[in-house]
Structures are given as structure tokens and as C-alpha cells.
């Protein structure tokens, strides 16, 4: 009986994960005729492939070109990342080591603000990140894509890797403060070199909501900087057809599937176990 | 001893400060400006930081169509995040007591969590077109009814929920089975001298052991699935009418189509309001829940 049900929840699930990524791959080489004159799905068989809506925004045809908005996504997100990671991992580590205060305001709650920055809706700080990048001649450019993106991404760092470095017995950073150490140099050569489990987690998350994020590229980004999600989106808001919008949709998520088969190896192992408690 | 502590004080503020203060900088300081916008009377007539007190505010109250959109995001929450919740535990489950090729079907499993949600809601309008989408399609295959999946309230929160829940399950599903992991052995080996059954096992083993992380992982959700924009942008743009509306889509068009700065920052605290409040409320809830009875 509950093999059964294993075997037939494993069967769903996959199903149910694979239909939207297959139904993408088979549209976006559909000819106009295969999408608007009924639904189809077997290609060769209802319909002869065609690599128009690839050609239309790989800038072949002249309809889009949506390499600029890689590099911009690629740019953005691996600056966003970076400077997240670095900053977050000194902070993770001071939180995890050192005891904090004032008055009755402690480490917990200090770990607990920058955790709380997630509950904000990018909504509420829209028109301030709109002007000030206005004023400071950044709207529209990777920089301040880069700045607005830390904000967002540093409190899943921290909230990783405080709980990371926690599980790092103590005794290590004590026999290297003995060795001469000073606690930046225990932190830099003994700590961070076995950290890398942690690191690759956090790095992982931050690489995901940087790609993905929608709402500051729509608003804070037009021409140059426009990453992919903003540029998909625009195009969704125009009257492109729905084998280009599938492309335009894979050629956004192929680089994270890509990274999910590396990814994995981190994730699933009990890496950030403890995270959630 | 003097110059140690010295020393360690200066070590101790080195780590911690420059994150905390780029935080500050990038959240708390914009944060502020928000409140002041919102005491003005900045609209697509007048630009500028003038001093209305609050105007706004009252009129925000008393803004329906606001609050039902709050009303929609509570249910929209709930919704997605019982279900993730649920699927993901199933998964995480199947996935430990192992399965014929756990990586395959783990990367495979993974995969949504991965790709971009407004990039997918996009494939998901597109699925469920009603005259050329691929659900239609099939129910018409089956000689079912095509369902009128984006002029009907109910089919199109649907079709939100469908999206959130391909989406976030593996985010609840990876929480849930590294928790899994982490279980100590012993109390299993107990259950199964005692000859309980698999069904017991899990509910009298491994669902208290499992209750704080589980608390985690469904308020992290909730926290995320509170701002959730997004799919409904790419997927209904909130219709039909402002059936599938939610607050950050209601504030968005309020800033960007209407130009109603400062009614649009009073709006969008509010809701941040609104969300601090809900949502640390239910984390209290969880905390005291999921604590372990007896010690």
C-alpha cells in the first residue's frame, strides 16, 4: 500500500513538474499555425518545428535581441551575490561569536532585524530606491541594481550562515587565537576554508532571488540595465506571440536549471539543517 | 588584560558593522522617506514634499478595494502555503526512506524552485489560454468542459495557487527533508521494536520531532508568499477586473500607473504594517506550538 503510494506520488510529482518546462520547450518551436488553430502537443506528428520564436529573440530576426539583458543579469547578479556573501559572512560570524548589546537589545534580535528585512514587500521602498538612484545619477545602471539587490539578498546570507558558523565548534577558533592569531586572521584562514558547505548554500540562495527578482528590474531598470525577468516581462506586456514568449521564458531559466544540477549537491545534504529552527 | 578587551571590542564591531550599517543604509533610511511621502500630497498634479498630515491616512482606511485586496493576499497565503506545506512534507518523506534514483528525481524535484516566477507565470498564461492553452486542451481531449480560466474568479485564483505551489513546494521540500536528515536515530529504532505501524510511527515520532522545523518553514513561506507579486503581474495582471488583486499589485499601480505617490506610500505601509503584525503573531503561535511537551 504505502509503496504504491510512493511510487505513484514520485510519478505525479514529476509530471506535475515537468508539464509547464515541456510545454515551453514544444511552443517555442511551434509555427503560428501549431499554437492559434488548436492546441497541440506532439511535435512532427501535429506539427513541423520551427526555430522562429528562437530566431525572434536571439536578435536573428530582428524582433528582439535578449543577449544584452543576460549580460546585465549576469553582471547583477553575480556583483549582488559577491558583496552579499562577503559582507553577510563577516556579520554571520560576529553574531555566531561574539556577544552583542545594548541595553536589552541582544544578538538574538539583532540576527532577528536582519532576518525581519524579508518581511518587507519591495513595494513599500519603491519611490525612495526610484529617487535617490534618480539623484545619484544610478537609475538605470548595473551599480545600482547591484546596491538595491544587497538589501534583499543579505538577510538570507545571514540568516544561513549565522546558523552555519554556530555548528562550528569553538574549540577551533581558540586554538587558532593560540597560534597568534588575531580573530580577523582565525576568521579569514581557519574558519572560512571548512565554511564552504555554508558559503556554497547562502551563495546559492542569493544567486536564486537575484536572478529571479521581478519587481526593482521592472521599476528601477529600462534600457541599459534591463536584466532578463524585466525584459520578458515587457515583452508578455506586448503582443508577442506565445511560441517567442516561450523562448524568451527558457532562455531565462536555462542558466539556473543549469545551476540547479550543480546547486543540488550543496542544498540536499542536511547543509542548512538547522536553519529553520 | 585592559588592551585585550580593547582589542576584542574593536574585532567585535569590525565583523558586525559594516553589514548592519549597509543594511540600514539601503532599507531603513528609504524607509523613512516613505513615511514622509506619505504626509504629503504628492500626486500626478502636484510633485513635491508639502505637508497634508493625514489625509492619506484616513483616506486609506476607508479605501474597499485596498482591503479587499489584503483579504485576497490573506487567502492566497493560506492557501499556497498549506499546500506547499503538505506536498513538500509528502516529498521530503518519499525522498528520505529513499527512492530508485534519489538524485535524478531530487535535481528534477528542485528544478521549479530554480527557475524565475514571473518568467514562468508567463508559461503558465499560456497554459491556461482558454482558447489556445494546453489545459483546455486536454479537457477538451477528455470531452470535459473547457473551463473559463481567466474570466472566472474562481478558475484564476486557481491558476495563481497552481503557479505558487509548482513554484515554492521544492523550497518547503528541501527545508523539510534537511530537517528530516538531521533526525537523531534512536527514537525510530524504539518505534519499530514496539512493532508500531508506519502510519503511528509518523505521527506519534516523526511529526512532533519535526514540529519546530516545520514552524520555520511555513512562516519563512509566509513571509515570502506576503509579498507576492510577481506571478499575479505576469499571470491574470490581477483580473478578471481585480479578482486575483493583491496589495503590492494594488500599491504598484497606484505608484506607476496613476502617479499617486504619496496615497501609493501610505498604502504600501500600511501593509507593511499590517504584515509585521500578522506575521509575528503567527510566529509566536508556532514558537509556543512546536515546542516539545514535557520539558
Redesign the interface.
Known sequence: M?KTF?TL??FV??L??????S??VV?SFKPPAA??N??T?IPWVQFKPTLSGWKDILGISGYANLFPNLWNSVVITTFSTIISVI??C??A???S??N?GWKFYKNPD?IFF?V??????????????F??LKTLHLLDTHLGMI??N??GL??IV?WLLVDFFNQIPREIDELARLEGC???MA?LKVILPISRPGLSVAATFAV?FA??D??FA??LTFTNAKT??AA??AL?GTVTP?WT??A??LF??IP??G???V??RF??????????? | MQTYKL??TY??R???L???I??VA??I???L??IR?SLAGWNVSHAGLDFVGGHNWARAFHDRLFWDSMNRLLIFSFFTTILQYV?GF??AM?AW?G?ASR?F????????????????A??????F?ED???A???F?GLGLHPIAWSTEIFPATFTIIIAEV?QWTPFMF??L???L??LPKEPFLAAEIDGAS?WKTFWRVTFPMMA??SA??IV?RL??A??I??SI??LTSAGPGNATET??YF??KR??TEFQ?SY??TL??I??IV??IV?TIIGQIFARLSKPKGD
Do not use: C
Open positions: 504505502a510512493r506520488f514520485i510529482w514529476s506535475f513538474v515537468l508539464t509547464p518546462l510545454w515551453a511552443t499554437v492559434n488548436g492546441v502537443f559582507f553577510g563577516f556579520a560570524y560576529g553574531l561569536r561574539f552583542y539583532i536582519f525581519s528585512q524579508r518581511i518587507m514587500p519591495p513595494v513599500v521602498l519603491s519611490i525612495p530606491f529617487l535617490f546596491i538595491i544587497i538589501a543579505m538577510p545571514v588575531n580573530p580577523f576568521f536564486i536572478w529571479n521581478l519587481f521592472l521599476n532578463l525577468p520578458v516581462v508578455n506565445f514568449l516561450s524568451s521564458a531565462t531559466i539556473l536549471v545551476f540547479a544540477f546547486a543540488e542544498l540536499s545534504r542536511g547543509g542548512f539543517a538547522g536553519a529553520s529552527r | 582589542t576584542n574585532y567585535k569590525a565583523f558586525l559594516p553589514g548592519l549597509l543594511l539601503i532599507i533610511f528609504p524607509l522617506f516613505t511621502v506536498l509528502t516529498m518519499v526512506r527512492i538524485r528525481f531530487r535535481v528534477l524535484w528542485l528544478i521549479p524552485m530554480m527557475t524565475t516566477p514571473s518568467v514562468m508567463i508559461v503558465w498564461r499560456s497554459i489560454r489556445i492553452g494546453a483546455n486542451g486536454i477538451h509548482w528541501l527545508i527533508l534537511a530537517g536528515l538531521s508506519a519546530p522545523i520555520g518553514a519563512i513571509i515570502e506576503s509579498k507579486f510577481d503581474f505576469s496589495p503590492s500599491v504598484w505608484y506607476f505617490i501609493g506610500a504600501s505601509l501593509y507593511l504584515a509585521i506575521l
